[in-house]
């Protein structure tokens, strides 16, 4: 069976409520500690979110929330050089600004050609037309039919073959 123990917090930084669809910050809330079988969490609303959904399903008791709490990491944006990070901040607002500029550009081309091209979608294609000669001037030509000839000449010799009185 689930269970849900409150236990009211006075915070020393305002932190983010994560109640139905909130997301409202603030130092003052409930932190709530949800257990059910091999599930164990705990979460932060605010006191509204706790009087609106919560404050029916929970009992008020203690437990010790830093169980649940992971060690805040300083931010990467914190490390370094402050005149780095200001390198960086501007390098990063100058690759945004080209990035707008080249889109910017760019429509400004094609509708510069749409202008001055005023092109057209097509509906209809042209039929296109195939132009096709035939090179009857091949080399060996005569010689291909003399082949034929006498290849024709060798069948009809074996169809009538006269049981060998001439030679072949």
């Known amino acids: 069976m689930s269970t849900y123990v409150a236990k009211k917090v006075s915070l020393d930084v305002i932190r983010e409520c994560r109640g139905n669809n909130c997301s409202c910050f603030t130092n003052k809330g409930y932190y709530i500690q949800y257990q059910n079988g091999n599930v164990d969490s705990m979460l932060f609303v605010c006191e509204d ?3 609106a959904y919560y404050k029916s399903k929970c009992t008020i008791g203690s437990f010790d929330e830093e169980e649940y709490q992971h060690s805040v990491r300083r931010q990467r944006y914190y490390e370094g050089n402050p ?36 092109p057209q979608f097509r509906n209809d294609y042209p039929q296109h037309e195939i132009n096709l000669e035939i090179n009857s001037n091949i080399h060996g030509l005569e010689s291909i039919s003399v082949q034929f000839q006498s290849i024709l000449e060798q069948i009809t010799k074996v169809i009538t073959h006269d049981r060998g009185k001439k030679d072949d």
């Open 49 to 51: 979110c706790y009087n």
């Open 83 to 118: 005149s780095l990070r200001r390198f960086l901040r501007q390098f990063h607002k100058g690759m945004r600004l080209t990035r707008i500029a080249c889109v910017l550009l760019s429509i400004l081309l094609v509708s510069a050609f749409c202008l001055k091209e005023q």
